[in-house]
């Protein structure tokens, strides 16, 4: 089973990964890097910028998402194509199927991720990006004669998945009011 996806298109796949753990409250609640991160990525934008001093928080987490998530995106995308982890999602033994939710790779990649606790958040029985890789993973490894349609399927973010853009996201912002400093046109 070799992997054969564009870099561009593992990165898409992890950070649909990494984006839906960001949207999780799950998560938040056990996740500690990144409310520093952001805070830290917030505080030295506003030091520099008075519009964005008065960025409610809700478009600090849109707007800072992609910088403070990066470094776990790059180590799922690494855990994506690595061949022992993905051995994980389809058993040593082609020929008796595994199921891909047993946990085992979301296990290890908690570890690596240093979240422990992973497997509590990212369920089999609830829909992610990661659920749906796995699924095509382990479709390519049980049919080998659709891996090219299949290769493609599980390197594509379903829509469903796809994290939210960021310019989407700032169109349904309310406009600030304007601050003292700014006056009046006119």
Same mark, same amino acid.
């Given at each position: 089973m070799s992997t054969r996806a564009e870099p561009g298109d593992v990165f898409a796949v992890a950070r649909a990964v990494v984006c839906g753990w960001w949207q999780q $409250?799950?998560?938040?609640?056990?996740?500690?890097?990144w409310?520093?991160?952001l805070e830290r990525v917030a505080f030295a934008t506003s030091r520099r910028s008075e519009v964005a001093a008065r960025w409610p928080a809700a478009w600090w987490r849109l707007v800072a998402r992609d910088a403070v998530v990066f +470094? $776990?995106?790059?180590a799922v995308a690494a855990a994506?194509?690595? +061949?022992?982890?993905?051995?994980?999602?389809?058993?040593?033994?082609?020929l008796v199927r595994r199921s891909p939710d047993d946990g085992r790779f979301v296990t290890v990649l908690g570890d690596r991720l240093e979240r422990g606790w992973l497997g509590e958040v990212e369920r089999p029985e609830r829909p992610s990006a990661l659920q749906a890789w796995m699924r095509g993973l382990a479709r390519e490894a049980h049919s080998p004669s659709l891996s090219d349609s299949t290769q493609r399927g599980m390197w594509q973010v379903q829509a469903a998945h796809q994290p939210a853009d960021v310019g989407t996201g700032c169109v349904c912002w309310p406009p600030l009011p304007l601050s003292p400093s700014e006056g009046m046109p006119g």
């Open positions: $409250e799950a998560f938040w609640q056990r996740e500690r890097l409310a520093q991160r +470094p $776990e995106v790059v994506l194509v690595d +061949p022992a982890l993905r051995l994980l999602v389809t058993g040593e033994r082609l």
